[in-house]
């Protein structure tokens, strides 16, 4: 008898057993995903109100279930959007409203229900956010050890959530691809549970929900607009729709649009040069951190489903994502980080060229809230130049005066000069930039990290100092 749930090589189509237990083909070095018998898909049905756990059937058996009452999040009319837009018909799937306020809280409920299942009592994970900070509050829940892996570059937000749920950070190298290299290492080392996305097939399972949300939402979707970092997200939200296909709940899915951002694009520009695989990029530079990501593993697939979805690939700036992050919020009542903003900033140019029709109905995939990251936080609160100088410094130039006027300081003086209207976390974000910017220098003594104004920092200060008398 055929198993009803295979793990198949999407490279070589190779078929391993469901407990394989790699994340990769052993064959070809291509990704492996699960893979449901035709036939059992064409008799499951879906029982319980519309959250996560409403599709187990279509998931691989867990035993115990970890829940934090993820799923069933709202699809949501944007007509004043739609229409600064030039679109008749948008909708904003709306992940924010997780437990965690992101899409990931779906893989980290199945990923951790999986390894409480196993008896696993320590979980290890390579995250740049969202993620780990999903798999952080579900470990908490189900009383597992956390191992977070992150690069240097991290959104305090989320660093903030993956400290409140106790998890041990482990600091890896300057990009995501160096904390995957480390995490494996340390899945090797220690025999913890490997819950990073690119190593765990259960993480498309969790992610393909989504499509199976929409189409039971009732939304006739012309175009699904998704952004684009590792490429795992539109490769799972078709996955889902293939399945749909199948069980005869949709007849024809909607066309996928990835996003991608100008400073790190390296499936976009594939698609548009007309390739198999991914740009090679050395290094990206946007500020949208969620999608930086320079060798996106799941970057073939993703081409394959842009290809087959009938769809296209197109890029947008950092200024443009945290333009249309201020005018969802403004006009929605929808708060999105920059990587989510991207699925709307990318709209109207895209009506203008005619690419999408305005009477389609396009649905953007908002996956995570704005209040986990930094960029629009800034751009929302950053003063327009007035008279008066002084007496409205900008915080980066109230907190160097501080260094100026003691000498020597740390950071926790600084954030009690300050007033303490802030959190210590953002007073040393400043501090981190005003250090790259040469303007101060840190030295470690003892416990604590002492921090001094350079000369060039010195030299702001004086040409400040000039300023506020000429006005």
Same mark, same amino acid.
């Given at each position: ?8 090589? #999407? ?29 059992? *898909? ?42 600064? *837009?030039?679109?008749?018909? =948008?909708? =904003?799937? $709306? ?12 893989? +980290?409920?199945? =990923? ?30 189900? $009383? ?38 480390? +995490? ?22 969790? &992610? ?25 997200? %539109?490769?799972?939200?078709?996955? !889902? ?15 996928? /649009? ?8 390296? %499936? +976009? ?5 007309? *390739? ?41 700036? @950092?200024?443009?994502? %945290?333009?249309?992050?201020?005018? %969802? ?12 903003? #991207? ?12 690419? /999408? ?12 809230? !704005?209040?986990?990251?930094? $960029? ?12 008066? &100088? ?48 040469? =303007? /101060? ?23 400040? @100092? ?6």
């Amino acid at each position: 008898m055929k198993p009803r749930l295979s793990l198949v090589c #999407s490279r070589c189509g190779y078929v391993f057993q469901a407990d394989h237990g790699k994340p990769s083909c052993e064959k070809c070095g291509g990704q492996l995903e699960y893979v449901f018998d035709e036939e059992y *898909l064409k008799k499951v049905e879906l029982v319980g109100e519309l959250r996560f756990w409403r599709y187990r059937p279509i998931m691989p058996p867990v035993q115990k279930v970890v829940s934090l009452g993820e799923g069933g999040t709202p699809i949501q009319g944007s007509q004043r959007l739609a229409e600064s *837009l030039g679109l008749s018909n =948008l909708r =904003l799937k $709306d992940e924010t409203r997780n437990p965690t306020s992101s899409f990931k809280d779906r893989s +980290a409920a199945l =990923l951790v229900s999986d390894a409480l299942s196993k008896g696993f009592d320590s979980i290890v994970c390579a995250t740049d956010g969202n993620h780990g900070a999903s798999v952080a509050a579900y470990t908490a829940k189900a $009383d597992i050890s956390c191992h977070l892996v992150v690069p240097k570059s991290m959104d305090l937000g989320k660093l903030a959530q993956m400290m409140a749920y106790n998890a041990d950070i482990i600091e890896a190298g300057e990009t995501v691809e160096e904390a995957v290299k480390r +995490a494996k290492n340390l899945e090797q080392e220690k025999g913890w549970y490997q819950a990073t996305t690119e190593l765990n097939p259960l993480s498309i399972e969790g &992610l393909k929900t989504i499509s199976y949300e929409l189409v039971e939402q009732g939304v006739a979707t012309d175009w699904l607009v998704v952004a684009m970092g590792s490429g795992v997200t %539109i490769h799972s939200l078709w996955k !889902g729709y293939r399945e749909l296909k199948v069980m005869g709940l949709v007849e024809e899915p909607p066309r996928l /649009i990835g996003v991608q951002a100008v400073g790190c694009p390296p %499936i +976009a520009q594939a698609f548009e040069q007309g *390739l198999e695989e991914p740009v090679k990029i050395v290094k990206g530079t946007t500020e949208a951190l969620a999608i930086n990501v320079a060798e996106p593993l799941f970057g073939e697939l993703a081409l394959r489903v842009l290809h087959e979805s009938g769809g296209f690939a197109v890029t947008v700036t @950092d200024e443009e994502m %945290i333009k249309a992050g201020g005018e %969802i919020a403004k006009l929605e009542g929808i708060f999105p980080e920059p990587a989510s903003a #991207s699925t709307v900033a990318c709209l109207k140019s895209l009506v203008e060229a005619g690419k /999408i029709d305005k009477r389609d109905c396009v649905v953007s995939l908002i996956t995570s809230s !704005g209040l986990k990251t930094d $960029d629009i936080l800034k751009s929302l609160t950053r003063r327009t130049k007035t008279p008066g &100088l002084g007496s409205k410094l900008s915080t980066k130039e109230k907190i160097l005066r501080i260094i100026f006027t003691s000498g020597k300081t740390y950071g926790y003086e600084i954030w009690k000069g300050m007033g303490q209207d802030m959190t210590i976390g953002a007073i040393y974000q400043h501090l981190a930039d005003l250090e790259g910017r040469g =303007l /101060i220098s840190s030295i470690a003594q003892g416990k604590r990290r002492y921090i001094e104004i350079t000369e060039k920092g010195r030299r702001v200060m004086s040409a400040l @100092d000039d300023l506020q008398v000429l006005l």
